[in-house]
């Protein structure tokens, strides 16, 4: 029975086991699992070149001037929203795979799923707006 505990510790509440890791959880799955949570920062990406909320947004709205105004000049819409470093999708696309990355890495996979599941319950309309931008900071 223990070792059920410790295979539905490791794939319904983590992420799958990783090398070594039922040998750790064997021991107290439960415990295993309510030790992930100790540390409620454990899940913020320290990675570097991530930018704040904030920059995120101020660079969205500033996107989205750039766009704005060259539909009223008749410039090429793309062209003048690429100018600069940011775009809505790119920004999402680095969130998601520094997301990805802290994930595989993680010595807190239960605590990781968490943060996958309330993402994905709180992110809504991700799909537009300034949501978009943000749906991963």
């Not at 490791?10 to 949570?37: I, K, T, Y």
């Not at 990406?45 to 101020?58: A, N, V």
């Not at 807190?108 to 968490?114: N, T, V």
């Amino acid at each position: 029975m223990h070792e059920m505990e410790t295979m539905i510790a490791l794939n319904r509440f983590g992420l799958g086991a990783r090398p070594g890791e039922a040998v750790v959880a064997g021991s107290d799955p439960r415990g295993w699992l309510v030790q992930q949570l100790a540390d409620p920062g454990a899940g913020t990406l320290h990675s570097g070149g991530l930018r704040t909320t904030e920059q995120i947004l101020r660079d969205f709205y500033e996107f989205r001037d750039k766009r704005r105004d060259a539909k009223k000049t008749g410039e090429e819409v793309e062209k003048a929203a690429s100018r600069g470093d940011f775009t809505p999708r790119g920004e999402w696309y680095r969130e998601a795979e520094a997301r990805t990355r802290f994930a595989l890495t993680t010595e807190r996979s239960f605590h990781e799923r968490l943060v996958r599941f309330w993402s994905n319950h709180f992110t809504v309309s991700a799909s537009k707006g300034p949501v978009a931008a943000i749906a991963g900071a």
